[in-house]
Structures are given as C-alpha cells and as structure tokens.
C-alpha cells in the first residue's frame, strides 16, 4: 500500500459531505419506503449497514480471484446470501418488524448502495479499508433514515418508537397528526428538504448548471 | 411578454382586476370570518414572498394575493391558524417559490396547498359555495379573457366537455358550480396551463373530464374536493399536452415540407 489510509476520515466523510444518499442519491427507494416509522427504519439500517461492511469484506478479500466478465454475479451472490441471513435472523428473534418490513429486506439484494460499494471500492482496496468505508456509507445511509424516520412518526402520529411523544388531541391533548406524514409523498419532501438543507450549508455539493441562462437585458423604460 | 407594458405584474393585475368581482362576492355571501382568513392567507404568503426576495433576491409578485384568495376560497374550514399557515407554506414555497417565482413554477401554488391540506387533515369539512358566488366566476372568465390574461381556449375547452355532460345528467349541480369557480381561480392561471393553444383546449377538456370522472365515481368527495384533486391532476398534465401538441405539429410539419 503505497500512501497510508486515513481511517478517520474514511470513515466520517460518508456521513454528510459525501452522504450516499443525500449527494449520491443511490439507495432512495429503501430509504422512502421503510421510513413510516422510527422502529423499521432503525432495524433497516441496521440490516443494511451489516450487510454493506460484510459484503465489501468478502468481495474485497477475493478482489483479485474474481473474472471482471462476471464480477456482478458474484457479488449479487455473495450480497444475496448475507441478506438471507440478516432475513432469516430478522424472522426469527423480531417478527413484527420483519412483517412491517415486508420485502424491502430482501431489496437490500438489489439495493444501488451496496452494488455501488462493492463494485466501486471494494473491489479495488484491501479488506480493511474497504470494511471502514462501507460502514462509513453504511452509517450515512442510517443517519438519513433515522432523520427522516423519526420526522414521519413524531409528526405522522405524534410517537417514537411506539410511545406517545406529543399529546393527541383525541385523548386530551394539543396535537393533531399529520396523516400525510404517513403517506408516501411526503417520504419525497422530507428528503427534499433535508437536501436542501445540506447543500445551503456545503454549497460545493449542489450541481453544476446544465444551461447557462441568457443574458437579461432591461427592457427600455 | 416581458418588454413594454405587458411583464409579469401586468398580468398579475390584470388576473386580480378579473377576480375581484369574485372575491367581493364571496366576502359578502361568506362567512364572519371570511375577511379574516383572507387576510391571514394574503399575510403568509406575502411573508414567504419577502424572505425569498431577501434571501435569493427574487421580486416579490402580485401573484401572491391571487394565491391568498384562491386558498381562502377553496380551503377546509375550521382549520385552526397554525394548520392553515403549514399548508400555505409548504403550497407557496414548495410550489413555487423554490423554482425561482411566479412565472417558472410547474404548478399552481394554491392548488399545492388545497392538495395538501386536503391530504393532511382529511377530518376537516371542505367549504361549499352559494350559487351566486359561483356565479360571479363568470364575469371572472369574462375580464379575464377580455384582457388576455386568461385563455378563452382553455375555458372553452372545458365549457364543452361540461355542457355535454350536463346535458347528458352525468354532472351534478353542486358540482358544475364549484368546477366553474376552481376553473378560473385555480386552472386559468396562465403560468401552469399548457403554452400551445390546442393544449389549451385540451387543457380545459382534461380538467373538465376528470371533475367528471370524480364525480361519477369516487364516493363521500365534497365538490371542493373533486375540484381541488382535478386541478393538480390537470396542471400536472400541462407539460405532457404541451409535448404532445408540439410533437404533432412537428409531425406534420415533417409531412408536408419534408423536414422540420
């Protein structure tokens, strides 16, 4: 290894200034449709971070005995068989949330993130660092969820993780939910907004302009 | 239009002078409250006009107090204040403001804000309209046409299609009167119509068939309600007419002259 990694900052720069989902935008599917409630998305990201650091150190581990014709297909495999796995294990010891989860555990297979991890980084660097910056992505990947999961169930029924946060206005209280927040669009603004958010303070991560606007000239008094 | 006297606050004041018949009907057939919640609607979306002319250095519009009376017309009742003012912040700035202005946005902001007040509070009766203040959407259309500031095609687009289901019985009376109010308040707007003049008249024509089609078939809607979802339906829809109209045009251009 010729330069020394830094691990620190392998490590921390996934979590906003190059976050997978909020600069990258890979993975959004997931990240739109667990995010009802604080509970699934915490257990998705922690099913995803798994699977991401494990598959990058396996794939990384066998980087120079797989043929680049079909590179995909063994990845897919070995992805495949550790979310059965993280599957299986959600089945067994927290039914209700793999029930609430439906089948976007099994979509971690085909997730962009974990393709992109092992396909970009993984399989070009050795098993260390390529495990610390899949967790890294990992843990970006969570943060978004975590955010936008606990905005959606504290605004969606006043709630996190299941207990009551913000008093109904049923039983007594002030609070009204926002049914909406429980719908899917607002998985969409929510996500919006968090990257707006980002990029107004890091506006080296907006993008660059596709047109230049032409040139306004004052119209004549 | 954006030399001489016609820019954009031109038309603005022009849509403003066609909607005031309107608006003071429905001040005087309304409610107690009916000043106030205008006030209050005109308050916030001027307020988010300001913080963008501040921070992105966008000039504030007219337009605003069109917004404000379209959602003060058409917004569920008994809201509450801090209800009202989430549904016309997220409508104002998720609508419009954000694509630089009145002018760039893709959808009306009014509509953005009926839709999502209807979506997040559907426990909230939606308000219904005397037939007089539905009425008064007919000089509306008239100015408004009369000025150029609203298209006659897409009104006539849209008067056919209900003439002939009203004709037919398929369009209720309730209906027919709120759809002519959210036709000018909330589809005439001639930033989030279609450009083309037969998109126009398609335009109207898709408005009017989906008022009809949610009436006849979607159970327990209010008539504001159907109006509200037919309008974002059908503003969503502009561009995709637009589309369509140019690439028949190209079409037929290509036929009869062998190239574009």
Known sequence: ???????????????????????????????????????????MSVSLTVVLTMAAGLVSMIRRHIPDTIRLIVQI????????????????????????????????????????????????????????????????????????????????????????????AE?????????????????????GLLVWTIRSFKPEQAEAREHTPPLYVEPAE | MSRGLWNRETVALM?????????????????????????????????????????????PSLSALI???????????????????????FGVVMGELVFGGWGRNVVNPATVALSFLGFGFPAFAWPDFDAPVAWAAIPAAVIGVGTGAMSAALLGGAAIVAVIAFGMGLLPEPVLLVAGLGLVLLVADPVTCAATTFGRWLNGAVYAALVLM???????????????????????????????????????????????
């Open chain 1, 1 to 43: 290894m010729a330069e020394r990694l830094n691990f620190w900052s392998t490590l921390t720069d996934p979590l906003i200034r190059q976050n997978p989902v909020t600069l990258q935008i890979l993975g959004i599917c997931s990240a739109l449709a667990v995010t009802t409630t604080l509970a699934t998305a915490l257990t």
């Open chain 1, 77 to 168: 495999v070995i992805v495949a068989s550790l979310v059965i796995v993280i599957d299986q294990i959600l089945q067994a010891y927290f039914a209700e949330i793999s029930r609430a989860l439906s089948v976007y555990v099994g979509l971690i297979t085909t997730n962009c993130l974990v393709l992109g991890q092992t396909e970009a980084y993984a399989r070009h660097h050795a098993p260390l660092p390529a495990m610390v910056d899949a967790f890294g992505n990992g843990l970006g990947y969570s943060f978004v969820l975590i955010v936008i999961g606990s905005l959606r169930e504290l605004f969606g029924k006043g709630e996190l993780f299941g207990a009551q946060i913000l008093p109904l």
């Open chain 1, 171 to 191: 039983s007594g209280g002030w609070f009204t939910p926002l049914s909406l927040m429980l719908l899917a669009p607002s998985a969409f603004f929510l996500l």
């Open chain 2, 15 to 59: 849509l403003l002078a066609a909607y005031l018949p309107l608006a003071l009907f429905w001040l005087s057939a309304g409610r107690a409250d009916a000043l106030g919640r205008l006030g209050l609607c005109a308050l916030v979306v001027a307020v988010w006009h300001l913080v963008f002319m501040l921070v992105r250095a966008q000039p």
């Open chain 2, 67 to 89: 917004t404000a009376l379209a959602i003060a017309v058409f917004a569920p009742e008994d809201l509450g204040v801090f209800r009202l003012v989430l549904g016309i912040s």
């Open chain 2, 214 to 260: 949610f009436a006849s078939n979607w159970d327990g809607a209010a008539p504001a309600q159907i109006v509200v979802a037919a309008s974002l339906l059908s503003s969503l829809a502009a561009p995709l007419i637009d589309e369509l109209v140019l690439a028949i045009w190209i079409s037929q251009r290509r036929r009869r002259h062998g190239r574009t």
